[in-house]
């Protein structure tokens, strides 16, 4: 019976000082806007492929992308992503895929 109360002690005394590095050492999710990011990136990737945006255009939406990838940094910089902020990083997300559609679809090509 000692040596399982010893046993139970010293686990627990080794999770209670784990518990902080573990803390710690995990970030917020965003899997959703993860996800979105992806997605908006292949999407500029396979404009520039076709030739429906132009060099200058691409230049233009991976700034935007990067904008929001440093909005996303910052949010989680606390450890904590609030509603606000969430919802936040999400009009902007949605404000980029609208101007990688215009942007696809302007009529503006570039030839080969």
């Known amino acids: 019976m000692n040596r399982y109360v010893t046993a139970l002690v010293a686990g627990s005394i080794g999770l209670a000082l784990a518990a902080p590095v573990l803390?710690?050492?995990?970030?917020?999710?965003t899997p959703v806007l993860d996800k979105r990011e992806a997605n908006q990136q292949r999407r500029i990737e396979q404009g520039t492929a076709s030739g429906q945006l132009t060099p200058r255009e691409e230049e233009r939406l991976n700034r935007r992308a990067d904008r929001l990838e440093a909005h996303e940094a910052k949010a989680k910089s606390?450890?904590?992503?609030?509603?606000?902020?969430?919802?936040?990083?999400?009009?902007?997300?949605n404000r980029n895929s609208r101007v990688i559609a215009r942007e696809k679809?302007?009529?503006?090509?570039?030839?080969k």
Do not use: I, K, M
């Open 105 to 111: 679809h302007d009529r503006q090509r570039v030839t």
């Open 78 to 93: 606390d450890g904590v992503v609030t509603p606000g902020e969430r919802a936040r990083l999400e009009r902007e997300a």
């Open 23 to 29: 803390a710690q050492t995990s970030s917020p999710a």
